[in-house]
T-cell receptor, first 114, second 112 residues
Framework: QQQVKQSPQSLIVQKGGISIINCAYE??????FPWYQQFPGKGPALLIA?????SEKKEGRFTISFNKSAKQFSLHIMDSQPGDSATYFC?????????????FGKGTKLSVKP | DTGVSQDPRHKITKRGQNVTFRCDPI?????LYWYRQTLGQGPEFLTY????????KSRLLSDRFSAERPKGSFSTLEIQRTEQGDSAMYLC??????????FGPGTRLTVL
């Protein structure tokens, strides 16, 4: 049973456009939601993370929007650049809980066209 | 470089052989995680250490897999009698007090 569902599987955006990736979770015990960026042959790198006490968090061109009642969260990349072309993973966990692992979505491959 | 390091970066082995991977976490981090990632999928949790204690193991971690973190610093992941289905990227991550997990570059295993 997949606990974090991510969409779309792939996304093509023009340079300067907005990239939007969505995730939905099932476990109401989750209270920590990071996004990771992964380039081919590399490990995932933390991009931005949110906890459910806020509905939005912004860092530079990256914004997480969080809807606790809908159990959904999304990543917005403003002014998308070719260098943003990578695979993006959402994840979730029970922050500070005894269960240490992150549950990942299946990923979204983003291509930003020049 | 003070990030998570993994060795080797690539490993090619024949089916039935044993392999061992090493992970060196960020020095002040007491938690260490192993994940497996196959092509087109997100990382899947294998096991988790807090200091030297192995606190969780996924059901993905069959009897052929064993992990250790003997002194609460580096960790090793051993796969015995490798199978072609073990071919994947093996990722290590570490976290400290803030619980944010930082990943290493991974070890790409190919079983022929």
């Amino acid at each position: 049973q997949q606990q974090v569902k991510q969409s779309p599987q792939s996304l093509i955006v023009q340079k300067g456009g907005i990239s939007i990736i969505n995730c939905a979770y099932e476990n109401t015990a989750f209270d920590y939601f990071p996004w990771y960026q992964q380039f081919p042959g590399k490990g995932p790198a933390l991009l931005i993370a949110i906890r459910p006490d806020v509905s939005e968090k912004k860092e530079g061109r990256f914004t997480i929007s969080f809807n606790k009642s809908a159990k959904q969260f999304s990543l917005h990349i403003m002014d998308s650049q070719p260098g943003d072309s990578a695979t993006y993973f959402c994840a979730a966990k029970n922050y500070g809980g005894s269960q240490g692992n992150l549950i990942f979505g299946k990923g979204t491959k983003l291509s930003v066209k020049p | 470089d003070t990030g998570v390091s993994q060795d080797p970066r690539h490993k090619i082995t024949k089916r039935g052989q044993n392999v061992t991977f090493r992970c060196d976490p960020i020095s002040e981090h007491n938690r260490l995680y192993w994940y497996r990632q196959t092509l087109g999928q997100g990382p899947e949790f294998l096991t988790y250490f807090q200091n030297e204690a192995q606190l969780e193991k996924s059901r993905l971690l069959s009897d052929r897999f064993s992990a250790e973190r003997p002194k609460g610093s580096f960790s090793t992941l051993e796969i015995q009698r490798t199978e072609q289905g073990d071919s994947a990227m093996y990722l290590c991550a570490s976290s400290g007090k803030r619980d944010t997990q930082y990943f290493g570059p991974g070890t790409r295993l190919t079983v022929l």
